[in-house]
T-cell receptor, first 116, second 115 residues
Framework: AQKVTQAQTEISVVEKEDVTLDCVYE???????LFWYKQPPSGELVFLIR??????QNEISGRYSWNFQKSTSSFNFTITASQVVDSAVYFC?????????????FGQGTELSVKP | EADIYQTPRYLVIGTGKKITLECSQT?????MYWYQQDPGMELHLIHY???????EKGDLSSESTVSRIRTEHFPLTLESARPSHTSQYLC??????????????FGPGTRLLVL
């Protein structure tokens, strides 16, 4: 069965601190895709990154970085030098190649609060 | 950059009314989705479509219905709204079998309150 777990419900940091959001997934498929989305207070989901199961190379985009480790089934997201604008709910999601419809399985979300 | 639109953004309506939530995308994506999200909670898929004249139910049972008469349009209808339908509804679309692994792009959502 497929499942995504984000154990951190809420995280609060002070501006300029680094913060890591954890994501652990379960799947039986050998081909799958992992995603991170950001949901600011306005409500829309903003796509941040997609990773396929064959690409374990870590990625950095500005202050954002992602660490994909198949050995521990984790896809963690780090924000360096956090800013108030980073305050949002962040969702990790899984899509299996053999899953009918390409459905996304979402984690419970982690609410990040960055205080000035 | 995704071009997917939802109207209305906010809707307050009385019990028993019929409502239609609109979703349109200008990217020519074949696949479209509707998710339901309660405040602070995860998203649950309620409907999806592979293309024109295709509709499927998602993982979460819903009393709503959808239609896909045009590629760009995927409206969701509640025949008789109830307070239990109060939630946020998010529409998404993706390109079928794209090299991007079907990344879903989301609209801004509709927040529905049924009194």
């Amino acid at each position: 069965a497929q499942k995504v777990t984000q154990a951190q419900t809420e995280i609060s940091v002070v501006e300029k601190e680094d913060v890591t959001l954890d994501c652990v997934y379960e799947t039986r498929d050998t081909t799958y895709y992992l995603f991170w989305y950001k949901q600011p207070p306005s409500g829309e989901l903003v796509f941040l990154i997609r990773r396929n199961s064959f690409d374990e190379q870590n990625e950095i985009s500005g202050r954002y970085s992602w660490n994909f480790q198949k050995s521990t089934s984790s896809f963690n997201f780090t924000i360096t030098a956090s800013q108030v604008v980073d305050s949002a709910v962040y969702f990790c999601a899984l899509s299996e190649a053999n899953n009918q419809g390409g459905k996304l399985i979402f984690g419970q979300g982690t609410e990040l609060s960055v205080k000035p | 950059e995704a071009d997917i639109y939802q109207t209305p953004r906010y809707l307050v309506i009385g019990t028993g009314k019929k409502i239609t939530l609109e979703c349109s995308q200008t990217m020519g994506h074949d696949k479209m989705y509707w998710y339901q999200q309660d405040p602070g909670m995860e998203l649950h898929l309620i409907h999806y479509s592979y293309g024109v004249n295709s509709t499927e139910k998602g993982d979460l049972s819903s009393e709503s219905t959808v239609s896909r008469i045009r590629t760009e349009h995927f409206p969701l209808t509640l025949e008789s709204a109830r307070p239990s339908h109060t939630s946020q509804y998010l529409c998404a679309s993706s390109e079928y079998w794209s090299s991007e692994g079907e990344t879903q792009y989301f609209g801004p959502g509709t927040r529905l309150l049924v009194l």
